[in-house]
């Protein structure tokens, strides 16, 4: 009996041992990890916003005022400026896009103060919607 708790007290030490050298080299591999992470972060040159922007949301055409912060994407749709009301109803959904765009924007091209306007053109070339991401919005058949 005495045997069987020296066995099982031996056990429980080796056990122990094992799982904190496994947790001491795990602590130490996320460590290198964070560290190699935030040097690639802050080595890598940012982003041009219009190139990037451009690039990433090729559906529209991009334009950046850096002197604003300003970045329009403007998309020519197949809608004229008659129909363009009882289409985009509900500006939300753009709104959102906007926020998001500019979130994604400014984090990979170090703007944090950039604005995105989504600007809806008609088949003949003219401003139907504009929605930013500060929350303005413009009817053009107002």
Known sequence: MKRLLIFAAIFVLLVSLIVGVYLVISLLSMEADTTQTESILTTQPKSDVETYAAEKYSDFTAQYDA???LL??????SFSLQS???IYTDTSTYLTQ???FALDV???CGVPELT???CYLSKDGEPMLSVASDGSVTKHWE
Request: proline share 0%; net charge negative.
């Open 116 to 118: 995105v306007e989504l």
């Open 106 to 108: 400014s984090a990979i």
């Open 67 to 69: 002197e604003q912060q």
């Open 98 to 100: 906007a926020q998001i």
């Open 84 to 86: 363009a009301q009882s």
């Open 72 to 77: 329009i994407l403007s998309k020519t749709t």
